[in-house]
């Protein structure tokens, strides 16, 4: 659905986006996924292609009390990804070499979060992450002359910090504005407080016959405040539209960009529906979830003074596979950046599955 999920509340999935919207969980819930991811980049010297597979998250959400709303919730999933390679040939002096720059690692969170029940009408959340992982990043520089030493600079950084964040999702706007036709439309609002992330450096040079730490180091930087807005309106008792609009304020970062980069506010907008599934019905394709969306990402960098932004399509289906469990089947593909004045064009497409499934735990049975 375009990343939306700002605005949802239900029973049939776990909102990450948003921890208010968990309150209406009625049994122990748990969804992991993965995604395979496939880019096709473009510059004005050339082409190439990159694809990789990795895991996408799992969470579990308990219910503790669905009278009051609160329900508990845990979760690890990916948040960053350094993947690259680059290579070129130079001559200096008369001595041919090749350099090869890869990247690799990435972020990762865990997190807890609860939800409460206000009111019948007001949901509230809060989510505690920490955020950790380690990126890796090579120079290795192969000379075609004997006389040279083949080396190999790596710079190993570990990253950890804690974030909190948190959500609410208000149901009672027809109430408010006397208008029965907006029984079913919900707002949500989520703020991800600032975190201050530390990262321990530690650079090692290889060469054919020496193996040395050059240097080690520890320093910060600050991720900034974020924040959303979304929606989300069932219609025809069938039909449910959601969007999202959020914003990172990176201008206030710490972080040094790198080269000719620089930081900007990041946005993002989303829009998508679903038709939702039909139950206690024969029909097989009349139970199975349809879904599609669209989204445009003002990212948080420019190059050479040209924004680096993204736009995609999603879509996808959700099929049953017993009681009240799916296999979530998604694809999006878009692109991002432009190949012109010197930069690079990404298309990408990606392809995930996921399984959303639950169970009545911590019944208590009445004995006669």
């Known amino acids: 659905m375009g990343g939306s999920g700002i605005g949802l509340i239900g029973d049939r999935f776990i909102n990450r986006l948003n921890p208010a919207g968990l309150a209406r969980i009625s049994l122990t819930r748990f969804s992991g996924g993965f995604e395979y991811s496939r880019v096709s980049s473009e510059d004005a010297l ?6 990789r597979g990795s895991f996408a998250g799992l969470a579990f959400a308990i219910p503790i009390s669905t009278e009051h709303g609160i329900v508990w919730s845990m979760e690890s999933s990916p948040y960053s990804l350094v993947n690259y390679s680059i290579q070129r040939d130079d001559n200096q002096q008369g001595v041919q070499s090749t350099l090869t720059y890869t990247g690799s690692g990435g972020l990762s969170t865990l997190g807890t979060g609860l939800s409460w029940s206000v009111t019948d009408q007001l949901s509230l959340g809060l989510k505690l992450n920490y955020l950790y992982g380690r990126t890796r990043q090579v120079a290795r520089f192969d000379f075609s002359d004997l006389s040279f030493i083949d080396s190999e600079i790596s710079k190993s950084r570990f990253h950890s910090g804690f974030l909190v964040s948190g959500g609410l999702i208000y149901e009672g706007l027809s109430d408010l504005l006397n208008a029965p036709s907006l029984k079913t439309f919900t707002l949500g609002a989520i703020l991800s407080s600032p975190a201050s992330v530390s990262m321990n450096d530690e650079d090692i040079l290889t060469t054919t016959n020496s193996f040395d730490t050059t240097r080690t180091s520890s320093s910060s930087f600050n991720l900034p405040l974020a924040a ?8 025809s008792n069938r039909y449910l539209l959601a969007g999202d609009v959020s914003s990172q304020f990176w201008s206030s970062t710490n972080l040094a960009p790198v080269g000719t980069s620089e930081f900007r506010n990041s946005s993002r907008y989303s829009l998508g529906m679903e038709i939702m599934p039909e139950r206690d019905i024969d029909n097989y394709f009349r139970r199975v ?3 599609i969306g669209v989204s445009y990402h003002s990212t948080y960098i420019s190059v050479n003074g040209r924004p680096i932004n993204e736009f995609y399509f999603t879509g ?5 596979m017993g009681f009240d469990s799916r296999l979530n089947v998604g694809l999006h593909v878009g692109f991002r950046g432009t190949a012109s004045d010197g930069l690079q064009k990404d298309m990408m497409y990606r392809l995930t599955f996921s399984v959303s499934a639950s169970e009545a735990w911590f019944l208590k049975i009445e004995e006669d």
């Not at 050339?46 to 694809?51: C, H, I, V």
């Not at 996808?316 to 049953?320: E, L, R």
């Open 289 to 291: 979830a349809y879904r």
């Open 228 to 235: 959303g807005l979304g929606f989300s309106y069932t219609f």
């Open 46 to 51: 050339g082409s190439s292609t990159y694809a």
């Open 316 to 320: 996808g289906m959700g099929f049953p």
